[in-house]
């Protein structure tokens, strides 16, 4: 993995950068995950012996790069999940979606995850709620650029919902075309209180401009 983006940190909490197709955490590919490089970082800088203590408090799937927060102890990371989980914290994504969008609005949808790994629109789903906002449309590529602000954390959520519409991201080998590209999917806006002192921390970021983040103006 490339060098590790670090964009804050102190004895509570450290917020870094996922770089696409990383493991959030390690599974059963043995592949490289960003909780364990950020352990290894933690472990040379502090020249802390044995084991490093390092909560993940939520998650990014494999392919999808951009903001994560991990907590420094047990304190920050009991109160980080519940933060998530009462959706208090603030997660923008930018996606690039096939075909033109245009304006803001809202998606509701009940969404289930098959057996298979891969999430549907059902009846019998669990409700998820995401606000869009169109940016940008390059007439050449059919495609546009999209910010989401996520209401909900459903599996697969953006991709679905995008997905059922007929705007599947772009790279999305699960819900779009097989087209072999990268999925452009980024976490680049995250704001929330700081677990300890209750400071209002936010960090935005971008993805690096290659593949099809060089068709619009970031």
């Known amino acids: 993995m490339s060098k ?10 450290i ?8 493991l959030s955490q390690g599974d059963a590919t043995g592949d490289p995950s960003i909780m364990d490089t950020v352990k290894d970082y933690i472990k040379k800088k502090y020249h ?3 084991n490093v203590y390092l909560g993940l408090v939520h998650r990014l799937d494999r392919p999808v790069g951009g903001i994560m927060v991990f907590a420094r102890s047990s304190k920050a990371a009991s ?17 690039i979606v096939h075909g033109k969008m245009e304006g803001s ?3 509701v949808d009940l969404l289930e995850k098959g057996k298979d790994g891969n999430s549907f629109v059902s009846k019998n789903g669990k409700e998820a709620i995401l606000d869009y906002e169109v940016l940008d449309y390059n007439q050449e590529k059919d ?11 459903r599996h697969h959520q953006i991709r679905v919902q995008f997905a059922s519409r007929g705007h599947a991201l772009v790279g ?6 097989l087209d072999h590209k990268q999925i452009c999917l980024f976490s680049y806006y995250l704001s929330f209180s700081h677990p300890v002192t209750k400071e209002i921390l936010t960090f ?6 290659e593949g099809d983040w060089t068709i619009f103006t970031l």
């Not at 590790?4 to 909490?13: A, P, Q, R, S």
């Not at 917020?15 to 990383?22: D, H, L, Q, T, Y």
């Not at 495609?143 to 954390?153: A, D, F, N, R």
């Open 4 to 13: 590790l983006t670090v964009l804050y940190e102190d004895n509570h909490i």
């Open 15 to 22: 917020v870094v950068v996922k770089p696409f197709n990383v």
């Open 48 to 50: 802390k012996p044995g």
């Open 79 to 95: 109160r980080l999940t519940k933060a998530f989980q009462e959706h208090s914290i603030v997660k923008k994504y930018l996606a």
């Open 105 to 107: 609005g809202e998606f």
């Open 143 to 153: 495609c546009s650029l999209v910010s989401i602000t996520l209401q909900t954390g």
């Open 172 to 177: 999305d080998q699960r819900y779009g075309e």
């Open 204 to 209: 935005q970021t971008y993805p690096e401009k």
